[in-house]
């Protein structure tokens, strides 16, 4: 045992069987920061009196639920995070289903249909604009300039209603 003890400092399987635990549990005490070595000549080692007074507190400390390790400290922080999203992300959900329930929101088959309809009715009144233009024109201008005047018309809102194109596709399940 003198090869072990050096100035009050002890090795760790010493440390491990004065509290009755492994050497793996020391170490691992030892990472989470509850117990400390100190640095000697023969290498890292653990002043006793500190070591047993440190365990000691961190047993207390466990037993009255008062101080958890810093890792343990950090997963419940992060999990009341997690819990206070979930619950705010719920509130948003059923302020959205008591909205749509009050009729604040249109479904997608709706919306498509009425687009559907708005756009026929303005391309009707789009082809027609030209007519209705050489209507109006007939009498002030020659009848075959008049025509010219509506075909070129015809063809030029033919040419932008061709060139708009009302193909929004909305994918079922999220998938875009």
């Known amino acids: 045992m003198a090869e072990e003890k050096t100035n009050g400092y002890y090795k760790v399987d010493i440390i491990a069987d004065l509290f009755g635990v492994s050497v793996r549990r020391?170490?691992?005490l030892t990472q989470e920061?509850?117990?400390s070595t100190v640095a000697t000549k023969e290498g890292r080692r653990y002043d006793l009196v500190p070591t047993i007074q440190k365990y000691v507190k961190y047993l207390?400390?466990?037993a009255y639920g008062k101080s958890k390790s810093e890792a343990e400290g950090k997963l419940k922080e992060q999990k009341l995070r997690a819990e206070i999203a979930l619950k705010e992300s719920q509130?948003?959900?059923h302020r959205l289903r008591?909205?749509?329930?009050?009729?604040k929101y249109v479904s997608v088959e709706?919306?498509?249909m009425d687009y559907s309809r708005f756009f026929i009715s303005f391309k009707k009144f789009a082809m027609s604009l030209p007519s209705k233009l050489a209507g109006r024109l007939t009498g002030f201008v020659d009848p075959v300039e008049v025509r010219t005047i509506e075909n070129e018309l015809q063809k030029d809102v033919q040419r932008l209603l061709n060139s708009f194109v009302?193909?929004?596709?909305?994918e079922e399940d999220g998938k875009a």
């Not at 009302?166 to 909305?170: E, L």
């Open 26 to 28: 020391i170490q691992q």
């Open 98 to 103: 008591t909205e749509i329930a009050a009729g």
């Open 166 to 170: 009302v193909n929004a596709v909305v």
């Open 110 to 112: 709706e919306v498509k």
């Open 60 to 62: 207390q400390d466990k």
């Open 91 to 93: 509130s948003e959900l």
């Open 33 to 35: 920061g509850v117990i």
